[in-house]
């Protein structure tokens, strides 16, 4: 695993496979595994395709708060019941969540997007920019608190 990230690489890869026809989940969790250099299966990617516009088109939490929320668990969450570690994550999800919630605006994809319809270009650079937002922030905790 790697401990020093190119930043600017790194958002580039989340939004250029973003902009390829990945989604905002998928994008953070495949930029994540790629510069952290991680053994882990493109699984994590898949189980990350049912988060993009507000759970499967629901409308609730953002996929790109969502990604960076699945990788902070990957690297601080528990493996155990009852593993105390938990609070580490709880406490450095809640750092991405507010960080997302005032350089975006909110958490919620249907308030996000509200203005926006759904393939047009104006959309698809608000939730690029969250992209890479996120992508940078998400890493910047994990390289603070390895």
């Given amino acids: 695993m790697t401990t020093t990230i190119d930043m600017q690489a790194l958002k580039n890869d989340a939004v250029e496979i973003f902009n390829s026809g990945f989604a905002c989940s998928e994008s953070i969790i495949y930029a994540i595994k790629k510069h952290f250099?991680?053994?882990?299966?493109?699984?994590?990617?898949?189980?990350?395709?049912?988060?993009?516009?507000?759970?499967?088109?629901?409308?609730?939490?953002?996929?790109?708060?969502?990604?960076g929320t699945m990788c902070l668990g990957y690297f601080f969450g528990r493996r155990t019941p009852n593993d105390p570690s938990i609070q580490k994550c709880f406490r450095?999800?809640?750092?991405?969540?507010?960080?997302?919630?005032?350089?975006?605006?909110?958490?919620?994809?249907?308030?996000?997007?509200?203005?926006?319809?759904?393939?047009?270009?104006?959309?698809?650079?608000?939730?690029?920019?969250?992209?890479?937002?996120?992508?940078?922030k998400t890493a910047e905790i994990i390289l603070r608190e390895l």
């Fill in 37 to 67: 250099d991680l053994d882990l299966s493109d699984d994590a990617i898949a189980m990350s395709s049912g988060f993009p516009w507000g759970l499967g088109g629901g409308g609730c939490i953002c996929g790109a708060l969502a990604g």
């Fill in 92 to 136: 450095l999800t809640d750092e991405l969540h507010d960080f997302f919630k005032r350089n975006c605006g909110g958490t919620c994809c249907r308030i996000l997007t509200k203005q926006l319809e759904k393939n047009s270009p104006e959309r698809k650079a608000q939730c690029t920019r969250f992209v890479s937002d996120t992508v940078q």
